[in-house]
């Protein structure tokens, strides 16, 4: 069997320059400019949850639960786990990340993302119901989203049970 070189060994140990140099995944919706601010974000980020694609992840989760169909009010569900993937289950979760994307972003696309969200923040208030005590129920009661009756499943509302 013949010997390999040792320049072909290093090349398949030595990672591209260009996996580093990648633009980032477009988020739908936003601009490039956004996109990539957010994914600068998420890179620079020390939060166990906001992981790089963790904006995208939100705002689609956000969408899904707003495009329940139907006229009935809306339930958030608790997250069965608060591992990564599956805190998502928690609508009021994926807001609270894409609000601390938008604390970290830079002036411009901070103003896009949050004209964005002002769309889907007022389905939200439209589809869900104010919970009078969500002072003694939610763990962070000072987030406006997180002040709205929750404890459903979003699949039993959509059904009409």
Known sequence: MPRRRPAALRAEHTPRIADFLAPPARIHGLSGR????????????????????????ALRRYRA????????????????CSC????FDDVRHARDVLDEVVRRLPPRPRGELRVHLRALDDRYLRRTLADPFAADRQWRSD??????????REEDAAAGR
């Open 84 to 87: 990564r993937g599956c805190s």
């Open 65 to 80: 639960f707003l495009r329940t169909p139907g006229r009935r009010p809306l339930y958030p569900q608790d997250a069965q």
């Open 34 to 57: 956004t996109s990539a601010a957010a994914a600068r974000v998420e890179r620079l980020s020390g939060d166990y949850y906001l992981y790089v694609g963790a904006t995208d992840d």
């Open 143 to 152: 987030r406006w989203w997180r002040r709205r009756l929750s404890g459903g």
